[in-house]
């Protein structure tokens, strides 16, 4: 009885405290710097969220380690559904990436709960309109004649646009020079300022600055032609097995009470389903691709997969 009891009175509190929930504001942290496909996507579905939730949801750009330290915060934090993160794949990188490179990664995918897929989308690989590429065949012949020389921004180390970067270079056979920054927006700032020749990015986060004539998309990693940038050819179309998805999801820490992912799921769903949401999506030429925790969750365990054996065949990347 003294064992039972106890036990009973837990779960009668976490009963009483879903049904509180929530409380008080909720932060919705983005493992990013300000400017990328997460707050891109994350900002307007958390300000759509409060309608169904009745308190505010702080959007914390939380960046570090290409996204690592902001999603090690949630899966390690209080487990209470008043911490939610925005993530991408990426997420699914860095327990194996430490892996490969001898460290302890900073979570597992099992420290998390899935909450809802958003969006999913092909990276584009882009350049500076005024640079002397103007086709994949460009780049390529010019890495080949400078090998490691060519240099390319993305998020962070092992982060969503370096992996991406390197499936394409390994199936192209070149070696390019990696120079990492702390997320997807300032590696944009970089390639417009002249930093650097290349990068891979989520079409949300160039498809102005292609539209303004600053940048050249040269092709994606899809497996179709993306709608927005139709004469845009895939790597798969020219010969290069090439494929990467930048998708953005909804997360909670793993043992957050099973009546608290409820009620966020629900909010997620309302939000990212909604006319609004739809409508600030297609501003930034960013399709929605809504999928509930049980598909999501199958999703994510076949692009964790797939992503593994990437990582794998790329081995170790030292930092530069």
Known sequence: MSRTLPLALLALCASAFAQDYPSKPITMVVPFPPGGVAEI??????????????????????????????MGSVAKGPADGYTILMGLSSISIFPVSDRINGKTPPYELKDFT???????????????????YKTVKDFVDAAKAN????????????????????????????????IPYQGGGPAVTALLAGQVEASPQGPAAAIGHIRAGKMRALASWGTQRLKLLPDIPTFKELGYDAEFYIWTGVFAAAATPAPIVTKLRQAV??????????????????????LDAPEFRQYWEHDAARLKTALEKIGRVEEK
Do not use: C, W
């Open 269 to 290: 769903r309302e939000a990212a389903t909604s006319p609004e949401f739809n409508a600030a999506m297609e501003k930034v030429s960013t399709p929605v691709a809504y």
């Open 147 to 178: 090998p490691g020389k060519i240099n390319y921004s993305s998020s962070g180390v092992y982060g969503t646009l370096h992996v991406a970067m390197e499936i394409f270079a390994n199936a192209a056979g070149i070696k390019l020079f990696h």
């Open 41 to 70: 996507v994350g900002r307007p579905l958390a300000s759509l969220m409060e309608k169904s939730l009745k308190q505010p949801i702080v959007l914390i750009n939380r960046p570090g380690a290409g996204g690592a330290v902001g």
């Open 114 to 132: 899935p909450i809802a897929l958003v969006t999913a989308d092909p990276t584009v690989l882009v350049v500076r309109a005024d640079g002397p």
